[in-house]
């Protein structure tokens, strides 16, 4: 898979878990600390997550870091 693939692939699992929880970036920028126009930034795919960001988001929605980019990785 591609770099660009898996960021997009990624981005979009993200995105689905976001709202199944029914949480909007401004929570989730709250709840995390991450700057909301750094995860606007990440999810309009203009850039991408780091590692600690998709941990806290992870920790956030009770999942772990490598289940947003393992699901993100099935779905290409």
Avoid: W, Y
Avoid at 18 to 36: K, Q
């Amino acid at each position: 898979m591609e770099h660009l693939q898996l960021t997009r692939a990624v981005t979009e699992v993200v995105r689905r878990e976001l709202e199944a929880a029914d949480m909007s970036l401004r929570e989730v920028s709250r709840r995390t600390g991450i700057a909301l126009s750094t995860l606007a930034s990440r999810m309009r795919g203009k850039t991408r997550f780091n590692l600690d960001e998709l941990d806290l988001i992870a920790g956030l929605l009770s999942l772990r870091p490598s289940d947003l980019v393992r699901t993100g990785e099935e779905e290409e």
